[in-house]
């Protein structure tokens, strides 16, 4: 196919209209640009198995984050959503970054639009703003520290005591951070769909059908899971968690995605996805799942389509960044 047909089919269609050779085998074609394009592939734990196994770094926002600042590749190809494919085009401007589909955004990213944080703001001007990395550019750009739910507790207690502080823009994971520290940072109101669906009826069933299944959480979740929960922390944490774990059944309340590198590294234990608040009996984010391994073939194919940002705003969101990876690289995080 001519590039310039591509490309335009790209911007006016998008990846789901493009016909793919279905006897093209893609776990070598991706390979294949991978080493003619020098392009690194960086996944969340949240993406589908196949790019989990085609990906060079799968992680969380801060690891992720962390091989976005420190990758020699040309081209990065950032399997997850678009603050993250932001974010690595903020710590690299003179990298092309590339996102298998526009259309993967963030439910809390959405819930925190920068003008309407920007009036809620300046009513504290005595508080700094430590921000939620799932957020957007224009948010990270009023901030004055960027956190990660693995960070984020030592990033709050490594500051002075009777520092005031807002917390954007996950109210849950705000909350939980206030009730360990003994904070009272002022929260704004933003959630994640995912994690706000958790159903404790059901969990509840699950632990009556599991007598000894451990409940770990991540905590974006909501309070009353949290209290049921017997381990909380990062996705990264939960990970760690059940690798280091002497049992062998556990009920997961994050996003289902985490559970494949779960399996895949103690294939001889339990996990069992915490079901929603619905009828469905998943917990799948419905934007990191817009990315499949035929749209990341396409997009390193075309480097279509490519995050771009506006030097100014990517400076002033680059600020909060530096200070996030220069507190984690102190702590060790």
């Not at 006897?23 to 198995?49: G, T």
Request: hydrophobic share 40%; aromatic share 8%.
């Amino acid at each position: 196919m001519d590039i310039n047909i591509a490309e335009s089919l790209l911007e006016k269609k998008g990846f789901l209209d493009m016909d793919i050779d279905p006897s093209l085998d893609l776990f070598f074609e991706i390979e294949k640009l991978k080493k003619e394009k020098n392009a690194v592939i960086l996944a969340h734990y949240y993406q589908e198995p196949d790019i989990q196994d085609v990906a060079d770094y799968i992680g969380d926002s801060l690891g992720l984050a962390q091989k976005a600042q420190s990758t020699k590749a040309d081209m990065i190809v950032f399997a997850g959503v678009h603050f993250m494919a932001e974010t690595a085009k903020i710590l690299n401007p003179s990298k092309k970054v590339v996102l298998p589909d526009l259309k993967a955004g963030c439910s809390l990213s959405d819930s925190a639009p920068p003008s309407l944080f920007k009036a809620f703001r300046d009513k504290y001007p005595d508080h700094i703003v430590i921000t939620y990395i799932n957020c957007s550019a224009g948010m990270k750009a009023l901030s004055d520290i960027i956190c990660t739910s693995s960070n984020a507790q030592k990033i709050i207690e490594s500051l002075p005591a009777d520092q005031k502080i807002i917390f954007a823009p996950d109210k849950n994971l705000g909350a939980y951070i206030n009730k360990q520290t003994g904070k009272n940072m002022v929260l704004w109101n933003g959630a994640c769909l995912v994690h706000e669906i958790f159903s404790m009826e059901k969990i509840t069933k699950l632990k009556v059908h599991h007598p000894g299944a451990k409940v770990i959480a991540h905590p974006e979740c909501e309070e009353p899971v949290l209290k049921m929960a017997d381990y909380i922390g990062s996705t990264s944490g939960l990970l760690k968690y059940v690798q280091q774990s002497k049992d062998s059944t556990f009920i997961v309340a994050t996003e289902a995605g985490i559970l494949y590198q779960m399996q895949k590294s103690c294939p001889d234990k339990l996990f069992i996805p915490a079901p929603p608040e619905n009828t469905c009996a998943c917990n799948d984010c419905p934007y990191m799942k817009l990315n499949t391994l035929e749209k990341l073939y396409l997009c390193m194919k075309y480097e279509k389509p490519e995050i771009l940002m506006d030097e100014k705003l990517r400076l002033a969101a680059k600020k909060p960044i530096d200070k996030m990876l220069e507190i984690s690289a102190r702590y060790g995080l």
